[in-house]
């Protein structure tokens, strides 16, 4: 079975200023890795993927991650954001084998000040 | 946008009321997803629908009662649910079950229980 974690349950910044969220994952299978954006009173919206392949993938709203196997890590950064940028992140995870099954992490809170 | 619409976005119930929550997605795909989003706790899968066929059910309680009458249409019939049924319950679809392919949400039924 697969396990996320997000080590941050919130996170402020400045804007402007760059951000990383942290998230790690468990698994003993090889798994697909995913980002997700939950604005206010909205569903989550997919950031970016990470299937195969290299290891730093781009997303929407200029954010990109990149997946460490050796660390089981797949941070999620953004060099200078925005007051939009306000909203929950999901990391999660689903096992490469078999049907699709997301695991997700409990979130992390950003919150940019101006 | 959103290629996935729930209805209605609010919903303030009774313990012994009925009720159901609807699902539409316009997207074509062939799965289809219910979730509880909790404060404080991750999302939470409660039933999976691949082409119409119930596929997993992640021991939830009887009270909640999916249905799928076809692939675009999702439903989650409610009745004698208690206040920790509070929450806000997400319906996401996919292309279909493999791994690899992203889901995408609406934006929830947010349901408080008196």
């Known amino acids: 079975a697969q396990s996320v974690t997000q080590l941050d349950s919130q996170v402020p910044v400045f804007e402007e200023a760059p951000v990383e969220l942290r998230c790690n994952y468990s698994?003993?299978?090889?798994?697909?890795l995913f980002w997700y954006v939950q604005y206010p009173n909205q569903g989550l919206q997919l950031l970016l993927k990470?299937?195969?392949?290299?290891?730093l993938v781009k997303g929407i709203n200029g954010f990109e991650a990149e997946f460490n196997k050796s660390q089981t890590s797949f941070h999620l950064r953004k060099p200078s954001v925005h007051i939009s940028d306000t909203a929950e992140y999901f990391c999660a995870v689903s096992d490469v084998q078999g049907a699709q099954k997301l695991v997700f992490g409990q979130g992390t809170r950003l919150t940019i000040n101006p | 946008e959103t290629g996935v619409t729930q209805t209605p976005r609010h919903l303030v119930m009774g313990m012994t009321n009925k009720k159901s929550l609807k699902c539409e997605q316009h997207l074509g795909h062939n799965a289809m997803y219910w979730y509880k989003q909790s404060a404080k706790k991750p999302l939470e899968l409660m039933f999976v629908y691949s082409l119409e066929e119930r596929v997993e059910n992640n021991s939830v309680p009887s009270r909640f009662s999916p249905e799928c009458p076809n692939s675009s249409h999702l439903f989650l019939h409610l009745h004698t649910l208690q206040p920790e049924d509070s929450a806000l319950y997400l319906c996401a679809s996919s292309q279909d079950r493999q791994a690899r392919q992203p889901q995408h949400f609406g934006d929830g039924t947010r349901l408080s229980i008196l």
């Open positions: 698994s003993s299978v090889s798994v697909y």
């Open positions: 990470y299937l195969s392949g290299s290891t």
